[in-house]
């Protein structure tokens, strides 16, 4: 087990030419051979997203709660971009949503939240839980505060990005107010390349109620696909409105009748994990021995897993169950 946590500890980045954002990209891979500095993209070992399989998961004692330091409500400027929906926070002081604790070493501060829709309602989130996606998965990137300043910076460096990432289910009638918010602003910007400014965006609505979580060792899920990112996926998904979801989808599909071009996927596809460890705070040992941990052993006796479920946040509906619930 030792091996497994020098594994996570050792595991080393490759620095990496940035980004020209104006260079064309496809999640069909059409786009992506063309230029050099994306070769990640295709040779990298720590690519995202991945598919979560729960069995592998490693319970990992050393990992503490994820700290938060959220403003009342953000604003920045939503663009309709190619690919996805991108919210840019604005770069005051008082609008700076910080992250630290949790898998992190590093404080991290929110620069963009991207919405990831697909093209159907089952299957729209990046990342999956044994082998199924969600309707959307909406990616809070932040930048190491402790280091630089700006996202930008920040991708070039090891453990340079932290990506928070909520999975968020399609309820017939349940809603998330933030998500709200942001289904507004999307439908001021239907074409490509439009932006609004959204003045007030109570992000703390859109964080589940969970305090459980997985994380593993990754890459941006699009080109150049550095791999700088520490990804945290709660283990609860919000709800949003189908209807909600649908007007996106419909906003999207207006926007490519315009151009002309083939209905684009806003998705990657997972990417193969090459042995790499996906670490959780989820206990989900509940028999001694019978699966793979990183609590040692003089610790089993003393950390069983109580029998009454946790009183936090126990979801109702969870991509991964937590110790003691059913
Ligand atoms: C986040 O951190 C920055 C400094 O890095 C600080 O200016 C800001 O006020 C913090 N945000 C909150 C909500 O405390
Ligand atoms: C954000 O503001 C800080 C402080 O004013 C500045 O140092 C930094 O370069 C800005 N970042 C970006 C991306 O503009």
């Known amino acids: 087990m030792d091996v497994m946590l020098r594994l996570v500890t050792l595991c080393f980045h490759t620095f990496f030419i940035g980004i020209n954002s104006e260079d064309p990209w496809t999640y069909d891979g059409r786009a992506n051979v063309l230029k050099p500095s994306w070769h990640l993209c295709h040779k990298g070992k720590f690519q995202s997203p991945i598919n979560v399989v729960p069995r592998m998961l490693l319970y990992d004692p050393m990992l503490r709660r994820l700290e938060t330091q959220i403003p009342d ?10 690919n996805d929906l991108t919210f840019y926070v604005d770069n005051n002081t008082w609008n700076l949503a910080n992250f630290s604790g949790g898998p992190f070493m590093y404080g991290y501060t929110l620069s963009e939240i991207k919405v990831k829709i697909g093209k159907t309602q089952s299957d729209g989130s990046e990342h999956r839980v044994d082998g199924r996606a969600f309707s959307a998965e909406i990616q809070l990137i932040c ?3 402790d280091l630089t300043n700006s996202l930008r910076k920040a991708q070039m460096l090891p453990y340079g990005v932290a990506i928070i990432s909520i999975f968020a289910e399609a309820h017939p009638k349940e809603g998330n107010s933030a998500f709200s918010v942001f289904v507004d602003a ?10 609004t400014h959204v003045p007030s ?13 997985v994380t593993y060792e990754g890459s941006f899920t699009q080109p150049a696909c550095l791999e700088t990112v ?19 989808r419909h906003l999207r599909k207006r926007n490519q009748e315009r151009s002309g071009t083939v209905t684009q996927n806003h998705i990657r596809t997972t990417m193969p994990l090459h042995n790499r460890p ?3 705070n989820i ?23 109580p029998d009454s479920s946790p009183t936090t946040g126990v979801p109702d509906k969870s991509a991964l169950a937590p110790c003691g619930s059913k």
């Not at 945290?232 to 909600?244: M, R, Y």
């Open 283 to 305: 206990n989900t040992q509940k028999k001694r021995g019978s699966l793979c941990t990183m609590k040692r052993d003089a610790f089993y006796q003393s950390n069983e897993c």
């Open 186 to 195: 999307a439908s001021r910007v239907p074409w490509q390349g439009q932006d």
């Open 230 to 248: 520490t990804w945290l996926i709660f283990n609860k998904p919000i709800k949003i409105k189908a209807t909600q979801l649908d007007k996106l």
């Open 73 to 82: 409500t953000i604003s920045g400027t939503l663009i309709n971009k190619d």
């Open 143 to 145: 930048y190491n505060s």
């Open 278 to 280: 996906i670490r959780t």
């Open 201 to 213: 965006l109570g992000l703390k609505a859109m964080l589940p109620d969970t305090i459980y979580y």
